[in-house]
């Protein structure tokens, strides 16, 4: 069982940054692919990066792509979500999901290759 823990979230105005951070446990992090999602108030929860185990490869959603980046440090045990020039359609709780070890890195942008998910933490952004 892996259990994700987030921070960093918060209220910031628009066009500022947060750092979102993803604190995991056990002992074989590095062979997870972690991924970022957001949900907004009515909507459904929607891809915003992912971060393959072997290779470190990154994906984003074309919404985020240029001002957002996704990084792990497999020695922490932590994954980071820098979000820098934020906008008001930002605003959603932020998750943290982890696949299980070793997964092929297939459609890393759907919630349900997600074995593992934090409580989320909150991003508010003002116009």
């Known amino acids: 069982q892996v259990q994700l823990v987030e921070s960093g979230g918060g209220l910031v105005q628009a066009g500022g940054s947060l750092r979102l951070s993803c604190a995991a446990s056990g002992q074989t992090f590095s062979s997870y692919t972690m991924g970022w999602f957001r949900q907004a108030p009515g909507k459904e929860r929607e891809f915003v990066a992912a971060?393959?185990?072997?290779?470190?490869?990154?994906d984003y959603a074309d919404s985020v792509k240029g001002r957002f980046t996704i990084a792990r440090d497999n020695a922490k045990n932590t994954v980071y979500l820098q979000m820098n020039s934020l906008k008001p359609e930002a605003t959603a709780v932020y998750y943290c999901?982890?696949?299980?070890?070793?997964?092929?890195?297939?459609?890393?942008?759907?919630?349900?290759?997600?074995?593992?998910w934090g409580q989320g933490t909150q991003v508010t952004v003002s116009s």
């Open positions: 999901a982890a696949q299980k070890p070793f997964q092929y890195y297939i459609d890393p942008v759907s919630p349900r290759r997600y074995d593992y």
């Open positions: 971060i393959k185990w072997s290779d470190s490869r990154m």
